[in-house]
């Protein structure tokens, strides 16, 4: 059975940083492409990183490339999402997608 599990979600002040966990299990971890998404409401999901676990390669959105970083833990099967610098519009909710099975999502609200 496959399990795809976020959390590490919260509430932010604008500036501030967050790390997104992703716990994985059924599915290998080793040779698979893993992203992270979000969908803010009343807009589309999107697309905000991704990493391919085989090569080690990443790519990130525009409004994300300077101040996410993905990252995964082998030891673990855990992937991550550290985001700094954190803005108002980066409030979402953010989900995490291996091998085409996706989270329940985690909630991150950036406000002062």
């Known amino acids: 059975q496959v399990k795809v599990v976020e959390s590490g979600g919260g509430s932010v002040q604008p500036g501030g940083s967050l790390r997104l966990s992703c716990a994985v299990s059924?599915?290998?971890?080793?040779?698979?492409?893993m992203s992270w998404h979000r969908q803010a409401p009343g807009k589309a999901r999107e697309m905000v990183a991704y990493w391919e676990s085989g090569s080690g390669a990443t790519g990130y959105s525009p409004a994300a490339q300077g101040r996410f970083t993905i990252s995964g833990d082998f030891a673990t099967d855990t992937l991550y999402l550290q985001m700094n610098n954190l803005r108002t519009e980066d409030t979402a909710e953010y989900f995490c997608s291996v091998g085409g099975h996706w989270g329940q999502g985690t909630q991150v609200t950036v406000s002062s």
């Open positions: 059924g599915v290998s971890f080793h040779t698979t492409t």
